[in-house]
C-alpha cells in the first residue's frame, strides 16, 4: 500500500504552478490532480460517506424546490415552489449542513489523507507563502475530493 508521503513524492511538484492560477489548479485533469484525487479516494471514501451521507440523504428525501433562478421558476405551477426566498434559504441551510459536516468531521479524516494534505501544503510553501498553500491544500478538498466532477 502506498504511504501519503509516497504520492506527494509522485505527483509534480505544485511550485511549477504560475501564481496567478493557484485558484484553477486543481480544475485541470493533469497527472498531478488525477494521483492525489485517486489516493484521497483510496484512503478517504469511506470517511466522506458517513460525513456526507447523512446530509445528502435528508436531501434527497426532501422534495422541497431550492430553485433560486426566477426564469425557471415561471415554469412552475405550485405557488410555494415559486417562493425564491424561501427557496433560497433552503439551499443556504443546506450548503451550511454540508459545511457543518465537514468542518466538523476534521478529526475524523483518516491520517493518509490528513498527512498528504500537510504534505500538498508543505511542497507548496516551498515556493509561495503559507496563504496560497492553504489555497491550494482547500482547492485540493473541494475540487477533488469533496466535490469531484
Given at each position: 500500500r502506498m504511504e501519503s508521503e509516497d504520492v506527494a513524492e509522485a505527483a509534480p511538484a505544485p511550485g511549477v504552478v504560475?501564481?496567478?492560477?493557484i485558484a484553477t489548479l486543481f480544475r485541470s485533469n493533469g497527472?498531478?490532480?488525477?494521483?492525489?484525487?485517486?489516493?484521497?479516494?483510496?484512503?478517504?471514501?469511506?470517511?466522506?460517506?458517513?460525513?456526507l451521507q447523512p446530509v445528502v440523504q435528508a436531501l434527497c428525501e426532501d422534495s422541497r424546490s431550492m430553485e433560486v433562478d426566477p426564469l425557471k421558476l415561471k415554469k412552475?405551477?405550485?405557488e410555494a415552489t415559486k417562493d425564491v426566498a424561501a427557496n433560497q434559504q433552503r439551499l443556504l441551510n443546506t450548503c451550511q449542513?454540508?459545511?457543518?459536516?465537514i468542518t466538523g468531521s476534521r478529526a475524523d479524516a483518516p491520517l493518509e489523507l490528513r498527512q498528504m494534505c500537510n504534505l500538498l501544503k508543505?511542497?507548496?510553501?516551498?515556493?509561495?507563502?503559507?496563504a496560497v498553500a492553504t489555497k491550494v491544500v482547500g482547492g485540493?478538498?473541494?475540487l477533488r475530493f469533496f466535490c469531484p466532477a
Open positions: 504560475d501564481p496567478d492560477r497527472v498531478s490532480s488525477k494521483i492525489l484525487k485517486s489516493y484521497g479516494m483510496l484512503v478517504g471514501s469511506g470517511y466522506l460517506r458517513r460525513t412552475e405551477t405550485d449542513r454540508l459545511l457543518d459536516a508543505t511542497q507548496v510553501q516551498k515556493n509561495f507563502n503559507e485540493f478538498l473541494f
